[in-house]
């Protein structure tokens, strides 16, 4: 018989449809569904090495002897503006806010052909620095109230690009995702007096079914009611409320953890798409005791339907605990 279950963070409840149920192996990529293998360099890609724009503003670089390693410029079709004030406006039930932020595009290597899974360890760490570089800058800023650092992997993740790219957008306003977290963490502390993420990291550390990597900074598992396959969590084992806190020690660890585990989806899997966002406390409020900032992954091994729009709820296919073993048994050491 089917079952349900609840995921204690986000209060979302997960139909885990056994007489539908898959093994791990089902969701491999078909061979007929991989595109064809992309090429170093394409001559129409803005972002390949050799074709950046003189006149684009550029917000941040890491560079060496080869030249830029990454790049972080504006998104040239930007859902907001950092020119101008935040200004609220209300009229009965009608409310807006100017759009004020920011929307840039971080572009993760020279290649047209990288990949995080394949890349070297060096680059990733230098993905992950941008990111912090540039979520401390722009947490400055007085008008803004969250920041979200996002990648979306291959097609049927949303990428409009082939180029290995990234984005980080910044609201003038708090996403309902966080404050929904922020308010259910903040219940659980005033109730148990601990963060309810710390006691989840415990649990699942305790479980051990649903690990698939543990370094000495952070540890990922795939959450006990996991919305979709594969969706994976990478939590810090420090409670950190924001990213920006995160230390070149933890950031390099976190990039071998990001690498490592995008390389068992990639050989397990087949490269599926997948997106991937750092969730963490809005920048006026750096630092609690109840929040923790993660990485969450979703590999798009699966599509959301008439179901899931209907009710907000979801059916897995999948079982947490066989999602995990099938990923943590993909040797991938070689490739690291």
């Not at 791990?24 to 293998?37: G, K, L, T, W, Y």
């Not at 415990?202 to 000495?216: F, G, N, Q, Y």
């Not at 798409?273 to 609690?288: L, V």
């Amino acid at each position: 018989m089917s079952h349900l279950r609840q995921n204690v963070i986000t209060k979302d409840w997960v139909i885990f449809a056994t007489e539908r149920a898959k093994r791990p192996h089902e969701f491999v990529r078909s061979h007929d569904d991989i595109p064809p293998e992309l090429p170093i360099y394409r001559h129409s890609c803005p972002f390949c090495k050799g074709n950046e724009n003189p006149s684009e503003t550029e917000y941040f670089r890491v560079e060496d002897e080869r030249g830029w390693r990454v790049r972080i410029i504006p998104n040239k079709y930007p859902a907001l503006s950092p020119i101008g004030d935040r200004i609220r406006h209300s009229e009965g039930i009608h409310r807006s806010i100017t759009g004020i932020g920011y929307h840039e595009v971080l572009i993760e290597h020279p290649d047209h052909n990288a990949t995080i899974a394949l890349m070297d360890i060096s680059d990733v760490i230098n993905i992950l620095r941008a990111y912090r570089q540039r979520y401390n800058v722009i947490s400055e800023d007085k008008r803004i109230e969250s920041i979200i650092i996002f990648k979306n992997h291959g097609e049927s993740a949303g990428t409009s690009l082939e180029h290995p790219h990234s984005q980080i957008t910044a609201t003038p306003v708090v996403p309902s995702q966080i404050r929904y977290r922020m308010v259910e963490a903040t219940s659980y502390f005033d109730d148990m007096g601990e963060c309810l993420f710390c006691y989840t990291l415990r649990d699942e550390l305790k479980a051990k079914e649903r690990i698939v990597l543990e370094t000495e900074h952070f540890v990922t598992f795939i959450p006990y009611a996991a919305l979709s396959p594969f969706h994976l969590w990478v939590f810090p084992r420090q409670h950190v409320s924001c990213f920006g806190d995160i230390t070149d020690t933890e950031l390099e660890d976190l990039a071998y953890s990001l690498k490592t585990v995008l390389a068992k989806l990639y050989y397990g899997l087949n490269n599926p798409a997948y997106n991937y966002t750092i969730r963490s406390m809005p920048t006026d409020e750096r630092q609690s005791d109840y929040f923790h900032w993660y990485l969450a992954i979703v590999p798009r091994v699966t599509r959301a339907a008439g179901f899931e729009l209907g009710s907000g709820m979801y059916i897995n296919p999948a079982m947490p605990e066989d999602s995990a073993k099938f990923l943590r048994e993909i040797d991938v050491s070689s490739q690291i």
